[in-house]
């Protein structure tokens, strides 16, 4: 085990290290509900003509749901909603946060070996939890078992191509030495393993919106190099909003 975490689990340093520097991040990311539009447009084009589908969003898997920021959401939009996260001390914030919900469970386990049997949920959802692309193959053989047929997932990333919080994040990967993954990232290698895969992209613009300065930069440090968080704050001055560009790749079974 990795301290309390499942084996095969990959550390996530930013929410596994800082926890409550985390949950504000997730207040400031898409105050306008961007992504969540996008995918609900996805859901209702996934249900259209297909007999015996539920209403609303159904059974949701929520991979790597961390401290379970979104799963209150979720559960006002599904029928029951699973989360799933490999490291314990994150199970058990998500399970107090979730405690009155009784159409929600948590579930301790990693993207390669869902704890769930085949068919079981409607709709995959996983924020930032594929984030290497290749090398996710069988966290995505997963997804296929656990979908049933008709169902949908999706999978939001960061786009390094596009606004200034992509500009940092590629330019974070080349102070972090990770250079493949820039490159990868960088010539389309990224691109062609989603399509491969069977995923479909939307391009969504969105912004990220902190109470005080003083939340953005402690953020902005435990998502990037040193070096690149000098830079960026020079860049933002006195703004409290992130241009932030996002990535929805999305597949039906």
């Not at 559960?75 to 405690?99: D, F, K, N, Q, T």
């Not at 590629?170 to 389309?188: I, K, S, Y």
């Amino acid at each position: 085990m990795n301290a309390g975490a499942v084996n095969g689990a990959i550390p996530s340093p930013n929410i596994w290290d800082f926890p409550e520097i985390y949950e504000i991040e997730n207040r400031a990311v898409d105050p306008d509900r961007i992504i969540e539009a996008a995918i609900g447009e996805l859901v209702v084009e996934s249900r259209t003509g297909l007999l015996g589908a539920p209403a609303g969003w159904g059974r949701v898997l929520d991979v790597g749901c961390g401290n379970g920021f979104h799963l209150p959401r979720l559960a006002e939009l599904a029928e029951h909603v699973i989360g799933v996260e490999p490291r314990a001390s994150l199970c058990a914030a998500a399970r107090h946060r979730v405690r009155h919900l009784s159409n929600v469970t948590i579930r301790q386990g990693v993207a390669q070996q869902i704890p769930l049997p085949n068919a079981a949920v409607d709709v995959a959802h996983a924020r930032w939890a594929y984030f290497f692309g290749p090398g996710a193959e069988p966290g995505l053989a997963e997804l296929a078992r656990v979908v049933r047929s008709g169902g949908l997932a999706v999978v939001l990333d960061h786009d390094s191509t596009r606004s200034e919080l992509g500009r940092w994040f590629a330019d974070g990967l080349a102070v972090d030495g990770l250079a493949d993954l820039r490159r990868a990232r960088a010539d389309g290698t990224y691109e062609r393993f989603w399509v491969r895969n069977g995923f479909s992209r939307r391009e969504l613009d969105v912004r990220w919106v902190f109470e005080n300065a003083e939340d953005l930069a402690a953020v902005l440090r435990i998502e990037f190099p040193h070096e690149t968080v000098q830079r960026a704050l020079a860049e933002i001055g006195d703004r409290l909003e992130i241009e932030a560009a996002v990535n929805l790749w999305f597949r039906r079974y």
